[in-house]
DNA sequence: GCTTAACCTGGACGC
DNA sequence: GCGTCCAGGTTAAGC
């Protein structure tokens, strides 16, 4: 199960009880994938170890570092050997050499990110956790977010049984308790002044509100949009009330499998008017300048424009210096 | 249909 | 130490 011994990147110890799994024809970058901004909760040990949360489960996830088509060494918690649900998680069934392809073809100038974030992959996260952590996201910073979800999921969440927990970089030897992302149920009961004192500020009660509405029309509302189209599960979004264009993006992309969908925040409106649309600089963000920009990718990138667009804003976010981690791709390392 | 201000808050920055 | 600005947006009012 182990396995063999690696000069560049020793093994870590922990991976004892892991299993492995290999990546044949399907790379995965791990670091890039975690630390790309679809996600706020994963978190590496000092073995450079992720852990993470999926559903009920949680995760644990080791690969060389920069090395996307080098094994994968995983564990789930409590229950082991999940590896359907990791598998379903990183989405390991999108053949990625096939988009790099067509993509390359269609604006070479993709070309340095493909390369440097080769294996990242878009998550097919849980509906409600992907939905409530955007919400935290308007006028934030990163690390902010990540503080406000985690806190989030730990007042309100399940704690998680892990067997052997393990010891977490910030707090060594340490037991590190997991958590479940909190239910509609529990959202619906928070309490408003501990939202704010866990920093969602004005956003505490757009959070209460929206989780009583999404209980008042199903607990699997959300969760039933992947069966609708990308029109319809935008539009069915976007008529909630705290639920703008973006968000609803940011929701189908990461969550929903609605693979055309382009979030357009900050980072991806600059892109976009450096490569492709120069003429709307200096245009405010209005619905049309919004729709423009994000069929300005679709045209290019076609049905996975949400998973070319994710390696763009993903370099630009190294190019803002606004990433944590030095080690995210082969270049890196 | 576009522009603007308000909404929380902590960290970075300039003085 | 203090003031100002900014950060992965959304909404409503005013024009």
Redesign the pocket.
């Known amino acids: 199960m182990l396995p063999s011994h690696s000069d560049r990147n020793p093994i870590p110890s922990a991976l004892s009880g892991f299993h492995r799994h290999e990546l044949t024809g399907r790379p995965l970058n791990l670091s890039a994938t975690l630390a790309?901004?679809?996600n706020f909760r994963w978190r590496q040990d000092s073995e450079r170890i992720w852990w993470g949360v999926i559903g009920d489960l949680a995760v644990g996830v080791w690969q060389e570092a920069g090395q996307p088509d080098s094994p994968l060494f995983w564990q789930t918690f409590p229950e082991p050997g999940r590896w359907e649900v990791i598998a379903d998680y990183f989405r390991l069934e999108v053949d990625l050499e096939a988009l790099y392809a067509a993509w390359s073809r269609a604006e070479p100038r993709i070309a340095d990110a493909l390369t440097a974030f080769r294996g990242l992959r878009l998550l097919r996260q849980p509906p409600v956790e992907c939905f409530f952590a955007?919400q935290c996201?308007?006028?934030?910073?990163?690390?902010?977010?990540e503080r406000s979800v985690s806190q989030l999921a730990a007042r309100y969440g399940e704690p998680l049984a892990v067997s052997r927990p393990p010891a977490v970089a910030a707090n060594p030897g340490e037991e590190r308790i997991f958590y479940t992302f909190p239910t509609l149920e529990a959202l619906a009961q928070a309490d408003e002044r501990a939202l704010?004192a866990d920093?969602w500020?004005?956003r505490a009660?757009r959070v209460i509100a929206l989780a009583r509405h999404l209980l008042s029309l199903s607990p699997d509302w959300l969760a039933s949009l992947r069966q609708a189209s990308y029109a319809e599960a935008h539009a069915a979004l976007?008529a909630?009330?705290?639920?703008?264009?973006?968000?609803?993006d940011?929701i189908c992309l990461f969550a929903l499998d609605k693979d055309e969908a382009v979030?357009v925040?900050?980072?991806i409106r600059q892109i976009a008017l450096r490569l492709f649309l120069p003429d709307l600089a200096g245009?405010?963000l209005?619905?049309?300048?919004y729709s423009a920009l994000a069929d300005a990718y679709r045209a290019r990138f076609g049905p996975y424009a949400g998973w070319a667009q994710q390696y763009l804003f993903f370099a630009e976010l190294r190019r803002?210096d606004?990433y944590r981690d030095p080690a995210l791709s082969g270049a890196a390392d």
């Open positions: 790309s901004g679809q955007f996201a308007a006028c934030n910073t990163v690390v902010k977010i704010r920093l500020g004005y009660p976007t909630l009330h705290g639920v703008g264009a973006k968000l609803a940011c979030p925040d900050t980072h245009k405010s209005t619905p049309r300048v803002a606004a």
